[in-house]
């Protein structure tokens, strides 16, 4: 029998090709516009027009037009009348190459104040505990803030410290002062390193309702173990940030 010939794709399959490869060209034009709004590259906050950017990047008019819709479902862009595609963020920087509170990494931002929902001991769950280097079931002392920069909702910081250390934070003005500063001034030390992970988790309904966030949106979770310069640990936090409104960044350093 002679060899089957190929059969020609049945047009609706390659249309579906063509609308997944323009899908993947305005992601990846989106990818690079994204990067431009969040650093200032664009002079007074106005992207170029449609076509000039199509020609800046070499993408046809559909392509910016999707990479533009993508970047205003993120709350990054908008379109005005007689003006054209403008930047709306508000995120914020947040650095991962230094060791820094809250306050001291957005200072140029604005104000950073505390709102303590909770402060008080609590039993060390085994894990905690574990981190921390204390016995299981130990009292350490929790505090729960909710974090505004210049009033706005910013992050949900939950956080574990040994007794020893969380005793001189009860009564202090957690309201406006980072707990690292705190830390410093009671041990007499400096903070040293600290062990970070970062991840994108979904919202649950009481995180949603404080950081005034969509219930189920993402936000990123980083969980930040801190030690003092002599190595003991002493700040188990975990914060969750709103996506919308903070971006991280860091400078990493290939080893030798």
């Known amino acids: 029998m002679p060899a089957e010939r190929p059969r020609e794709h049945a047009p609706p399959v390659a249309a579906a090709r063509r609308r997944r490869l323009r899908a993947d060209r305005a992601r990846q034009l989106a990818d690079l516009?994204?990067?431009?709004?969040?650093?200032?590259?664009?002079?007074?906050?106005?992207l170029p027009l449609e076509d000039a950017l199509?020609?800046?990047?070499?993408?046809?008019?559909?392509?910016?037009?999707?990479?533009?819709?993508?970047?205003?479902?993120?709350?990054?862009?908008?379109r005005q009348p007689g003006v054209g595609t403008?930047?709306?963020?508000e995120k914020y920087p947040h650095g991962l190459d230094r060791l820094m509170g809250l306050a001291e990494t957005l200072h140029e931002h604005g104000r950073v104040t505390n709102e303590v929902r909770?402060?008080?001991?609590?039993?060390?769950?085994?894990?905690?505990?574990?981190?921390?280097?204390?016995p299981a079931r130990t009292d350490v002392l929790y505090v729960e803030r909710l974090r505004r920069l210049d009033g706005l909702?910013?992050?949900?910081?939950?956080?574990?410290?040994?007794?020893?250390?969380?005793?001189?934070?009860?009564?202090a003005d957690l309201e406006n002062t980072d707990v690292f500063r705190l830390v410093e001034k009671i041990?007499?030390?400096?903070?040293?390193?600290?062990?970070?992970t970062l991840e994108a988790v979904n919202a649950d309904a009481h995180s949603a309702a404080v950081l005034q966030a969509p219930r189920g949106a993402a936000v990123l979770m980083l969980e930040r173990l801190t030690h003092?310069?002599?190595?003991r640990p002493v700040?188990?936090?975990?914060?969750?940030?709103?996506?919308?409104?903070?971006t991280m960044s860091g400078q990493l350093r290939r080893a030798a």
């Open 33 to 46: 516009l994204r990067h431009q709004v969040l650093t200032g590259g664009f002079p007074g906050d106005v």
């Open 54 to 78: 199509g020609q800046d990047y070499g993408a046809s008019r559909n392509t910016v037009r999707q990479a533009l819709d993508l970047l205003r479902a993120e709350r990054l862009v908008e």
């Open 86 to 89: 403008v930047v709306v963020a």
């Open 118 to 134: 909770t402060v008080g001991p609590v039993p060390a769950p085994a894990c905690v505990a574990d981190r921390l280097r204390v």
């Open 153 to 171: 909702p910013l992050s949900l910081d939950l956080t574990y410290l040994p007794m020893d250390i969380g005793a001189g934070l009860i009564g």
């Open 187 to 196: 041990t007499g030390q400096a903070l040293g390193t600290a062990e970070i």
């Open 228 to 231: 003092l310069c002599d190595g």
């Open 235 to 246: 700040d188990l936090e975990f914060i969750r940030f709103r996506g919308d409104r903070i």
